[in-house]
């Protein structure tokens, strides 16, 4: 059993920028594929980032060009930068990894809130 572990949320200013992290219990050499999802308000939840085992990454178009995913092995962490947020942005951010076709292991959320 893998536990994720995201940090790094809270309240930030429209245009700021914030970094979520999400801590694994294992290797994240295990996972094919790693990804932040989020949901904000009355809204579904929504795929915002991938990031594959070959360094393949993909993104929401309503984040391309603002946020980035990132790893870093050594720490078994991975990372979404997020800069130029709005309150658009506004959700509970979740991690999540994947050894195959499907998602096998979930974060817990963490509050990102965007508003002056």
């Known amino acids: 059993q893998v536990q994720l572990v995201e940090s790094g949320g809270g309240m930030v200013q429209p245009g700021g920028s914030l970094r979520v992290s999400c801590a694994s219990s294992?290797?994240?050499?295990?996972?094919?594929?790693m990804g932040w999802y989020r949901r904000a308000p009355g809204k579904q939840l929504e795929l915002v980032a991938t990031?594959?085992?070959?360094?393949?990454?993909a993104y929401a178009d309503s984040v391309k060009g603002r946020f980035t995913i990132s790893r870093d092995n050594a720490k078994n962490t991975f990372y979404l930068q997020m800069n130029s947020l709005t309150p658009e942005d506004t959700a509970v951010y979740y991690c999540?990894?994947?050894?195959?076709?499907?998602?096998?292991?979930w974060g817990q959320g963490t509050q990102v809130t965007v508003s002056s």
């Open positions: 294992g290797s994240i050499f295990a996972f094919n594929t």
């Open positions: 990031l594959s085992s070959d360094g393949g990454s």
């Open positions: 999540t990894v994947a050894s195959s076709a499907r998602w096998d292991y």
